[in-house]
Nanobody
Framework: QVQLVESGGGLVQAGGSLTLSCAAS????????MGWYRQAPGKEREVVAT????????VYADPVKGRFTIPRDKAKNTVYLQMSSLKPEDTAVYYC????????????WGQGTQVTVSS
């Protein structure tokens, strides 16, 4: 099992930027990919972006393409979510998740960090 700890959430004005961090520990050698998800009040959790750990192949959800990036630092076992041109509809609790193998579920989750974008 991989333990994940997010940080970096907060309140930001629309149009602003924010970077989230997710530090992984534990069985990190068994990690295939990491991702960021978010859940807004009254809505289901949705994927924001994912990245394969070894090759760094990233995939983004349509609402965040061109605004968010998901770099990772293998030496620090950390994945980031760099968010820019933030919109009020980006307001949500953001979760970091880890996937142990291709085609498997994201089974390891962080506790979540709140991002609030004011208009």
């Amino acid at each position: 099992q991989v333990q994940l700890v997010e940080s970096g959430g907060g309140l930001v004005q629309a149009g602003g930027s924010l970077t989230l961090s997710c530090a992984a520990s534990g069985r990190t050698f068994s990690r295939y990919a990491m991702g960021w998800y978010r859940q807004a009040p009254g809505k289901e959790r949705e994927v924001v972006a994912t990245i394969t750990w070894n090759f760094g192949s990233a995939v983004y959800a349509d609402p965040v393409k061109g605004r968010f990036t998901i770099p990772r630092d293998k030496a620090k076992n950390t994945v980031y979510l760099q968010m820019s041109s933030l919109k009020p509809e980006d307001t949500a609790v953001y979760y970091c998740a880890a996937q142990s193998g291709a085609g498997t579920a994201f089974a390891s989750w962080g506790q979540g960090t709140q991002v609030t974008v004011s208009s």
